[in-house]
């Protein structure tokens, strides 16, 4: 598993990569950040980090739904799984998250399984900085989802936050970077950004991509292309 999490205010960030056994690779992403001299550790030091801080081990069968091992089982090509999973109604695995405060501080987070039939020791975009998510409070906050080998060689969420430093609204920022991915590497993927001001922007060329916006006490959210749903977010 992979993860990352990044300040964008001080442009700290934290990451691991190839970790397991650990139920939630984000926290530990965090704690590199938080307590360490390093951007990122991988493999066996990431695990190794994770038991210092007395983090536990899960066994694999705890994070290994009975969806994943069907798909791992019958995507036994990697090629196949890139082609086919992300034009599916199967749903991927990864997660990623951008919030603002009140004071103009954005902060992102992406968490992945990678992609089904990857070899062993294979990293994706989602635990590397600029690619599968970036902050900065001159910019945005930027999470990515898609063909991670794709979205590294556009380097996607720096890309959008590029895009918006030049000029462009959150959304038109998305769309432009999703669609230079497709043009320049033929590359399947979707964003989520956020502004310091508070602009959001959502952008996929999968065939769908849930994602929700909690503003106000009002949730916006959709999944498949258009799709721009509304209501007010429970009480408690
Ligand atoms: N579903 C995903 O977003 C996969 C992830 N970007 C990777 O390539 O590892």
Redo the contacts with the bound molecule.
């Keep these: 598993m992979?993860a990352i999490i990044m300040d964008g205010q001080s442009l700290r960030a934290g990451s691991v990569a190839c970790v397991q056994n650990i139920a939630h690779p984000v926290s530990l992403a965090r704690q590199v950040m938080e307590k360490t001299d390093h951007t990122m550790i991988v493999g066996e030091g990431a695990n190794l980090f994770a038991k210092e801080l007395g983090i536990p081990q899960v066994p694999t069968d705890q994070l290994v739904t009975d969806i994943a091992r069907q798909q791992w089982e019958e995507y036994n090509k990697y090629k196949r799984a890139v082609n086919e999973l992300f034009d599916s109604q199967l749903g991927?695995?990864?997660v990623g998250a951008v919030a603002v405060d009140s004071e103009g501080n954005v902060a992102c987070a992406t968490s992945?399984g990678?992609?089904t039939a990857k070899r062993v020791g294979r990293v994706?975009?989602?635990p590397v900085i600029g690619c599968?998510a970036y902050a900065d409070n001159e910019s945005a906050a930027v999470s990515?989802?898609?063909?991670?080998e794709a979205?590294m060689s556009v380097t996607l969420a720096r890309t959008v936050s590029f895009n918006m430093e030049q000029g462009a609204s959150a959304q038109a920022a998305a769309d432009k970077s999703i669609a230079y991915m497709k043009n320049r590497v033929d590359g399947t993927g979707g964003v989520i950004v956020v502004s310091g001001e508070g602009e959001t922007g959502v952008s996929f060329n999968t065939r769908r991509m849930p994602w929700a916006v909690v503003r106000d006490g009002t949730v916006r959210f959709g999944m498949n292309p258009g799709e721009n749903f509304q209501k007010e977010c429970p009480k408690d």
């Design positions: 992979d991927h695995d990864t992945t990678g992609i994706g975009d989602s599968g990515c989802t898609g063909h991670g979205i």
